[in-house]
């Protein structure tokens, strides 16, 4: 969960979006898919650490979480909150001290940074990253889709597959794989797009409030098989090379040898 988003939840893990539910999962399979021996994995972005927290269930992971809007309270309410778990937080990249990671996220974090190729490049050329290091970006998409939701949440940019791939291919990083997922979730937001231009002056939702999740247990669990079976059906396409566009998309690449 960004830090802007729901902070009325934030630290309540099963209070999450089913979006970030899903999401968890499908870059969970990326990552068994491409590194099934990570080890180190360096979350930038990390936000509320609801990812952070779900791979270290596996005991021989060991989560490094980074996120430049953590704040001396947000940091000591998560390290309790996180305690005994394999995770060291953060501030910024240039406080961590480890050299060694085997993985890097960037889970829809991409979109917020001005300066996205100068970034990827620093990560991907730094002595703290491995050789042959697994990088996982996600990312919303589309530039005419930017909205004032975009806005709310300091994103400067959408990008589509081709766009990652060329941050990616210009900068030396191996291309592994790459897609788009939520393809169901496009029209609701295609819809939305209509909405704002048809009433420009509308008041949206605060951003306090764009990550909320209050359904019950029943709606959730509706939404969530709906969602992954969403992403089932485009990874089974893009086993035969048919990519369909979604709401957000995806690039595996590895950091040269």
């Given at each position: 969960?960004?830090?802007?988003?729901?902070?009325?939840?934030?630290?309540?893990?099963?209070k999450?979006?089913?979006?970030?539910?899903?999401?968890?999962?499908?870059?969970?399979?990326?990552?068994?898919?491409?590194?099934?021996?990570?080890?180190n994995?360096?979350?930038?972005?990390?936000?509320?650490?609801?990812?952070?927290s779900?791979?270290?269930?596996?005991?021989?992971?060991?989560?490094?979480?980074?996120?430049?809007?953590f704040?001396?309270?947000?940091?000591?309410?998560?390290?309790?909150?996180?305690?005994?778990?394999?995770?060291?937080l953060?501030?910024?990249?240039?406080?961590?001290?480890?050299?060694?990671f085997?993985?890097?996220?960037?889970?829809?974090?991409?979109?917020?940074?001005?300066?996205?190729?100068?970034?990827?490049?620093?990560?991907?050329?730094?002595d703290?990253?491995?050789?042959?290091?697994?990088?996982?970006?996600?990312?919303?998409?589309f530039?005419?889709?930017?909205s004032?939701?975009?806005?709310k949440?300091?994103?400067?940019?959408?990008?589509?597959?081709?766009?990652?791939?060329?941050?990616?291919?210009?900068?030396?990083?191996?291309?592994?794989?790459?897609?788009?997922?939520?393809?169901?979730?496009?029209?609701?937001?295609?819809?939305?797009?209509?909405c704002?231009?048809?009433?420009?002056?509308?008041?949206?939702?605060?951003?306090?409030?764009?990550?909320?999740?209050?359904?019950?247990?029943?709606?959730?669990?509706?939404?969530?098989?709906?969602?992954?079976?969403?992403?089932?059906?485009?990874?089974?396409?893009?086993?035969?090379?048919?990519?369909?566009?979604?709401?957000?998309?995806?690039?595996?690449?590895?950091?040269?040898?």
């Amino acid at each position: 969960m960004d830090l802007r988003e729901n902070r009325e939840n934030f630290f309540i893990y099963n209070k999450v979006h089913p979006w970030e539910t899903v999401r968890l999962a499908f870059v969970e399979k990326l990552l068994h898919q491409y590194n099934p021996d990570a080890r180190n994995v360096l979350d930038i972005g990390c936000g509320n650490c609801f990812i952070a927290s779900s791979l270290t269930k596996n005991s021989r992971i060991q989560v490094t979480a980074v996120d430049n809007m953590f704040t001396p309270e947000l940091l000591a309410k998560l390290r309790e909150q996180l305690a005994g778990r394999q995770i060291e937080l953060f501030s910024s990249f240039e406080a961590v001290m480890d050299s060694a990671f085997d993985t890097v996220m960037l889970l829809d974090v991409i979109e917020h940074i001005e300066h996205d190729c100068t970034v990827f490049r620093e990560l991907l050329n730094s002595d703290k990253i491995s050789p042959g290091a697994v990088f996982i970006i996600t990312a919303p998409v589309f530039s005419r889709l930017f909205s004032n939701h975009d806005r709310k949440l300091g994103h400067y940019r959408r990008y589509t597959v081709g766009q990652l791939c060329r941050l990616a291919g210009e900068n030396g990083a191996e291309i592994m794989d790459y897609g788009y997922f939520f393809a169901s979730l496009l029209f609701i937001r295609i819809l939305q797009k209509i909405c704002e231009k048809i009433f420009p002056h509308r008041e949206s939702e605060s951003v306090s409030a764009v990550g909320a999740w209050n359904s019950g247990p029943a709606i959730t669990a509706i939404v969530v098989f709906c969602l992954k079976t969403d992403t089932l059906i485009t990874r089974c396409l893009r086993k035969f090379k048919i990519i369909i566009p979604g709401l957000s998309c995806y690039l595996v690449c590895r950091k040269p040898f």
